[in-house]
């Protein structure tokens, strides 16, 4: 028997249940399984998750810019720690475009994920479509509209003023 059998079960249950929707999949280690989707699968990822694995808790969706996109990573942990199981962290990657980062919103299926989003929308500018909440989270009101502190490209005015003064 396997150490990661419940990892391998549930790899392949999704793996068989989305087929070719699911670009990547892989156990990363012990109680940590990473798939890699595109908008809107993640939606149905998340459904199914919460249906079949009770997806019960959302802790987190991260954001990335990678210079040519933009990715978010769900963060779930599914089978509830009871009798002899173990919670199990699902991440789906979301790959979108660097340019226009929009994503279907998961708010209306787990309802904590709309704060997340909103910090998603505020440091990287990902609009979540259907999110009817996308108001500043961590930003001040005054910030301004298009400049995202954790995208790549984002530089503090002091940290250009340093690069100008490094030039002359």
């Known amino acids: 028997m396997s150490e990661l059998q419940t990892e391998e ?8 249940h989305f087929g070719a ?13 990473n798939i890699t989707v595109s908008d809107p699968v993640q939606r149905e ?39 002899d199981n173990y919670a199990i962290t699902l991440s789906i990657h979301v790959v979108t475009d660097r340019d226009q980062p929009k994503v279907q919103t998961v708010s209306d299926l787990v309802p904590g994920s709309g704060f997340f989003e909103r910090e ?20 001040p009101d005054d910030w301004p509209e298009g400049v995202y502190p954790l995208r790549k490209d984002f530089l503090l005015e002091i940290q250009k003023e340093q690069a100008a003064a490094k030039k002359e």
Do not use: C
């Not at 998603?120 to 961590?138: M, P, Q, S, W, Y």
């Open 120 to 139: 998603a929308h505020d440091l990287l500018g990902v609009v979540f479509e259907g999110n009817t909440n996308l108001d500043k989270l961590i930003l």
């Open 21 to 33: 929707k699911i670009q990547d999949g892989a156990i990363q280690r012990k109680r940590r399984i």
């Open 45 to 83: 990822l998340v459904q199914f998750g919460m249906e079949k694995y009770n997806a019960w808790h959302l802790f987190g969706i991260s954001g990335v810019d990678t210079e040519e996109a933009i990715m978010l990573v769900y963060h779930f942990d599914i089978q509830p720690p009871v009798e």
């Open 9 to 16: 079960t549930i790899l392949e249950t999704l793996k068989s």
